[in-house]
C-alpha cells in the first residue's frame, strides 16, 4: 500500500505538469494525477508475476533439454529446485494476483517481454543467491521463500534491462521503482506455508487517501495566489526568478495541507515536504523551504487559519 509520502509526490508531479500544460482544467490534471497512481500500481502486479514467468520459463528449458539427440544424466534427472519453488507455486495459483493482473491488463506476454525474461533468467541463473540455492541437499518452505525474497532485493530489483524495459513503457515508473520493490518484499514476505489462493496482495491505497489526493491536488490549485502571498512576503529578498519553482510547489503543498486538513498534525506537514524537497528541488532546498514554512504557520497559527483535531497536532 502507498505511503502518504509517495502520494504527496505524486500531487507534487502532477501539479508540476498541470502548471507547465497552461491548461486551466483542474479535472484533466485530476485524471493524469489518478492514472499516475494507477500506474504504479501496474509495475507493483508485474513485479509478482515475474516469478511464474521465470519458472515457466525455466521449465521450458529443462523440457527442451531432456529432447535432447543424446540427452546427459543431467538432462534426464534436471534439478527441479527454482521450478518447484514453493512460494512461486503460491504465487501462480493467487486468485488475487490474478484478479488484479487481468483488470489492469498487466502480464509478460509478447516476443519483448519473453526476450527480456530469457536474458533475466540466464543472469539470475549464474547468480551466486541462485547456485547456493540450486545446490543445497534439501529445501523447505522457510529456505523458497528467503531464497525468492533474497533474490528480488539483491538480482531483480537492480536487473537494469528490467529498469530499461519499465522505463520504455512509462514515464512514471522509473522515479516508482524503489517504493514499488519494497511494496513486493513486504508482500512476499506476507506469504506463510498454510497460505491458500486467497491471500490478499497490497491494495493501492485506501478510499480516503484516494479523497485526500484528490482534495489536496484541487485545494492547492484554489489556494495558489492566497499561499503565494504569504510566500512572496517571507521571501522579500529573492528575485522571485531565482526561487526554484519546485520550491514554490512544495510550500503552496505544505501551506494547504497545513489549512485545510486538520487531522494531519503540523509537524508531520513540515517535516514531510522537507524530506521531499531533498529529492525533488535543489540541494539547498531543504532549508529555504524550512525557514519559510516556519515562519508562515507561525502566523497562520496566530490568524487562526489552522485548525487541528486532536491533542498535540498543532505543535
Request: charged content about 30%; overall charge negative.
Given at each position: 500500500?502507498?505511503?502518504?509520502?509517495?502520494?504527496?509526490?505524486?500531487v507534487?508531479q502532477?501539479?508540476?505538469a498541470f502548471s507547465?500544460s497552461?491548461?486551466?482544467?483542474?479535472?484533466a490534471?485530476?485524471?493524469?494525477?489518478?492514472?499516475s497512481?494507477?500506474?504504479?500500481?501496474?509495475?507493483?502486479i508485474?513485479?509478482l508475476?515475474i516469478?511464474?514467468?521465470?519458472?515457466?520459463?525455466?521449465?521450458l528449458r529443462?523440457?527442451?533439454a531432456?529432447?535432447?539427440?543424446?540427452p546427459t544424466?543431467?538432462?534426464?534427472?534436471?534439478?527441479m529446485?527454482?521450478v518447484n519453488n514453493?512460494?512461486?507455486?503460491?504465487?501462480s495459483?493467487?486468485g488475487s494476483?490474478?484478479k488484479a493482473?487481468?483488470?489492469?491488463s498487466?502480464n509478460?506476454?509478447?516476443?519483448?517481454?519473453?526476450?527480456m525474461?530469457?536474458?533475466m533468467f540466464?543472469y539470475?541463473?549464474?547468480t551466486?543467491?541462485?547456485l547456493d540455492?540450486?545446490?543445497?541437499e534439501?529445501?523447505?518452505?522457510?529456505?523458497?521463500k528467503?531464497?525468492?525474497v533474497?533474490?528480488?532485493?539483491?538480482?531483480?530489483?537492480?536487473?537494469?534491462?528490467?529498469?530499461?524495459?519499465?522505463e520504455?513503457?512509462?514515464?512514471?515508473?522509473?522515479d516508482?521503482?524503489d517504493?514499488i520493490?519494497?511494496?513486493?518484499?513486504?508482500?512476499l514476505?506476507?506469504?506463510?506455508?498454510?497460505?491458500?489462493?486467497?491471500?490478499?496482495?497490497?491494495?493501492?491505497?485506501k478510499?480516503?487517501?484516494?479523497?485526500y489526493?484528490?482534495?489536496?491536488?484541487?485545494?492547492?490549485?484554489?489556494?495558489?495566489?492566497?499561499n503565494?502571498?504569504m510566500?512572496?512576503s517571507y521571501?522579500?529578498n529573492?528575485?522571485?526568478?531565482?526561487?526554484?519553482?519546485?520550491d514554490i510547489?512544495?510550500?503552496?503543498?505544505?501551506i494547504?495541507?497545513a489549512?485545510?486538513?486538520?487531522?494531519i498534525?503540523l509537524k508531520?506537514?513540515?517535516?514531510e515536504?522537507?524530506?521531499?524537497?531533498?529529492f525533488?528541488s535543489?540541494?539547498?532546498?531543504?532549508?529555504?523551504?524550512n525557514g519559510?514554512?516556519?515562519?508562515?504557520?507561525?502566523?497562520?497559527?496566530n490568524?487562526?487559519?489552522?485548525n487541528?483535531?486532536?491533542?498535540?497536532l498543532?505543535?
Amino acid at each position: 500500500m502507498l505511503n502518504r509520502r509517495h502520494l504527496r509526490i505524486k500531487v507534487l508531479q502532477a501539479l508540476y505538469a498541470f502548471s507547465l500544460s497552461k491548461n486551466e482544467n483542474a479535472v484533466a490534471g485530476e485524471k493524469e494525477l489518478l492514472h499516475s497512481v494507477s500506474k504504479m500500481y501496474d509495475m507493483y502486479i508485474y513485479f509478482l508475476l515475474i516469478f511464474d514467468d521465470l519458472s515457466n520459463f525455466a521449465n521450458l528449458r529443462i523440457e527442451e533439454a531432456k529432447r535432447k539427440r543424446i540427452p546427459t544424466k543431467e538432462n534426464l534427472n534436471p534439478n527441479m529446485r527454482f521450478v518447484n519453488n514453493k512460494l512461486i507455486g503460491q504465487l501462480s495459483v493467487n486468485g488475487s494476483l490474478k484478479k488484479a493482473s487481468e483488470k489492469a491488463s498487466a502480464n509478460w506476454i509478447g516476443d519483448i517481454e519473453q526476450d527480456m525474461l530469457k536474458k533475466m533468467f540466464i543472469y539470475l541463473s549464474e547468480t551466486d543467491i541462485f547456485l547456493d540455492y540450486m545446490q543445497k541437499e534439501s529445501s523447505d518452505y522457510k529456505s523458497d521463500k528467503n531464497f525468492i525474497v533474497q533474490l528480488f532485493k539483491k538480482e531483480i530489483c537492480n536487473f537494469e534491462l528490467l529498469h530499461n524495459f519499465f522505463e520504455d513503457r512509462s514515464i512514471y515508473w522509473q522515479d516508482d521503482m524503489d517504493h514499488i520493490c519494497s511494496m513486493v518484499l513486504k508482500t512476499l514476505k506476507s506469504f506463510e506455508e498454510d497460505t491458500d489462493e486467497f491471500h490478499s496482495i497490497s491494495d493501492l491505497y485506501k478510499d480516503d487517501e484516494k479523497d485526500y489526493i484528490i482534495q489536496l491536488f484541487h485545494k492547492s490549485i484554489k489556494l495558489e495566489s492566497e499561499n503565494l502571498k504569504m510566500i512572496n512576503s517571507y521571501t522579500k529578498n529573492w528575485d522571485s526568478d531565482r526561487l526554484a519553482k519546485m520550491d514554490i510547489l512544495l510550500m503552496n503543498l505544505a501551506i494547504t495541507e497545513a489549512k485545510e486538513f486538520s487531522s494531519i498534525p503540523l509537524k508531520v506537514t513540515l517535516n514531510e515536504y522537507i524530506e521531499i524537497s531533498k529529492f525533488y528541488s535543489t540541494p539547498k532546498s531543504n532549508g529555504f523551504i524550512n525557514g519559510v514554512l516556519d515562519k508562515v504557520f507561525i502566523e497562520l497559527k496566530n490568524d487562526g487559519a489552522i485548525n487541528k483535531v486532536g491533542r498535540g497536532l498543532m505543535e
